[in-house]
């Protein structure tokens, strides 16, 4: 039986193989412990998205959304 840090880091190195650059975890019920341990960092609260190697045909402004889930 795998402990909750071990899956985790099964989970970051397999991320990491597919080229992963970021990762986000939320600090919720009692996590802080494994978050510390799996070494990440505090953000500060804000995402960014960044759309880049990305190629469409011409598109009018009316034409354009980008939904956010």
């Known amino acids: 039986s795998l402990k909750l840090d071990q899956l985790i880091n099964i989970g970051l190195n ?3 193989e597919a080229g992963v650059d970021v990762f986000n975890i939320l600090q919720m019920f009692d996590l802080q412990s494994m978050i510390t341990d799996c070494k990440f960092v505090e953000g500060n609260g804000y995402l960014n998205y960044y759309l880049y ?3 469409c045909n011409p598109m009018k402004a009316d034409e354009i959304a980008f939904p956010m889930f």
């Open 53 to 55: 190697n990305y190629k």
């Open 14 to 16: 397999y991320a990491k």
